[in-house]
């Protein structure tokens, strides 16, 4: 059973515009939620965080928002450059359950010059 | 660069023999975690250690897989008598503390079972 889902496998958007990569979760545990990004051989980075009290979390290029209603959170990056061509990871954790953070599958971001 | 730091970063082993994988974690952080990650898929999270305790190890194989975090030296995961089903990448991280905090991942190895 999935927790964090990430429906979609791949993304390509022309650099300059807007990537918008998309998050859903089920466990209504969960109560801070991150996002990673991972090129090849690398370790996932992790890029930005937010917490379940808050709806939105921005820094720089890169804006995350949560919906909890929905149980769906999206990562925003604007403009998107070709050096964000990477996996994006979705990762989420619950305070009554230690730090472990449970991950998506992944979306690969191609930003296209 | 105090990052989190991993070694080997690859490692072939054939059927049976053990593998040991080792992470030192962040300076300042006191909290270490394993994932695993088979191909085509997400990272799978194995146990969290902190100094000398195993604080979850529920994400861990009961059999053939232990980790520790001794009071000096790195964390070490080990697997004995590897399979070929073992074959992944396996992430370490850090954390500063326990709640709300970031992990910081190291690069990874890659073990091979041939």
């Known amino acids: 059973d999935q927790q964090v889902k990430q429906n979609s496998p791949s993304l390509s958007v022309q650099e300059g515009r807007i990537s918008i990569l998309n998050c859903d979760y089920t466990n209504s545990m969960f109560d801070y939620f991150l996002w990673y990004k991972k090129y090849p051989a690398e370790g996932p980075t992790f890029l930005i965080s937010i917490s379940s009290i808050k709806d939105k979390n921005e820094d720089g290029r890169f804006t995350v928002f949560l919906n909890k209603s929905a149980k769906h959170l999206s990562l925003h990056i604007v403009p998107s450059q070709p050096g964000d061509s990477a996996v994006y990871f979705c990762a989420a954790s619950a305070n009554n359950a230690g730090n472990m953070l449970t991950f998506g599958g992944g979306t690969r971001l191609m930003v296209k010059p | 660069n105090a990052g989190v730091m991993q070694n080997p970063r690859h490692l072939v082993r054939r059927r049976g023999q053990e593998a040991r994988l080792r992470c030192s974690p962040m300076?300042?952080?006191?909290?270490v975690y394993w994932y695993r990650q088979l191909p085509e898929e997400g990272l799978k999270f194995m146990v969290y250690?902190?100094?000398?305790?195993?604080?979850?190890e529920s994400g861990m194989p009961k059999e053939r897989f232990s980790a520790e975090f001794p009071k000096e030296g790195p964390s070490i995961l080990r697997i004995q008598q590897v399979v070929r089903g073992d074959s992944a990448a396996y992430f370490c991280a850090s954390s500063r503390d326990q709640v709300g905090n970031e992990q910081f991942f190291g690069p990874g190895t890659r073990l091979t079972v041939l």
């Open positions: 300076k300042g952080h006191s909290h």
């Open positions: 250690l902190q100094k000398e305790n195993i604080i979850d």
